[in-house]
């Protein structure tokens, strides 16, 4: 389910992921299990930026989508939501490119309220993460869980842009992290 890694023409390890079966780079390698989370911005429904430093203290769940508006980035959304009642003290976000107020309005028709939707649409986060393809300006599909302290205890880059994560996954792993 990860995603696939290639050697480029210069030796480089790089990312690659697909959409609908066709070969997509990202913008570089997404940083790994035990590393800190980078620096980055994004911005709330009320178009209030956020930045790494406020996403201390609490454990993280980030669910990474391409684009709200489409069925599967829907569905991740919807999925995660419906997990939170689980995770007391866990924040929840979802992070795409779409402008907030796209983001709020689907949150809006769809009933979600448990967890934040952010807009990368400056895509500092894209480009923090290493998870931006340029090629189509949008975010590869993937979960993070962080703990309070900023490291990243869990990743999922889903390799096939089309598909649904690990939902099971990425909720297990979001137990052990919170019973530690």
Not at 20 to 25: K, L
Not at 40 to 46: D, E, I, T
Not at 87 to 109: H, P
Not at 151 to 172: F, H
Request: with cysteine; proline share 3%; hydrophobic share 40%.
């Amino acid at each position: 389910m990860d995603t696939t890694l290639k050697i480029n023409e210069k030796g480089v390890i790089t990312v690659e992921i697909t959409i609908n079966g066709q070969h997509r780079q990202l913008v570089g390698n997404p940083p790994e299990v035990g590393e800190e989370l980078p620096h980055f911005k994004v911005f709330n429904g009320a178009g209030e930026k956020i930045k790494t430093r406020f996403l201390l203290g609490k454990v993280t769940l980030i669910s990474v989508v391409p684009d709200i508006t489409t069925s599967v980035c829907s569905l991740q959304t919807k999925r995660f939501n419906e997990a939170v009642d689980q995770f007391k003290d866990v924040r929840f976000l979802t992070v795409s490119t779409n402008l907030a107020e796209t983001q709020q309005k689907w949150c809006a028709a769809e009933g979600v309220k448990k967890l934040e939707l952010v807009s990368d649409h400056e895509q500092s986060f894209g480009y923090a993460m290493k998870l931006l393809i340029p090629d189509e300006d949008v975010l590869a599909r993937s979960v993070w869980i962080i703990d309070a302290d900023g490291k990243i205890v869990y990743r999922q880059i889903v390799s096939e842009l089309t598909d649904e994560p690990d939902y099971d996954a990425a909720l297990s792993a979001l137990k052990k992290v919170t019973q530690a």
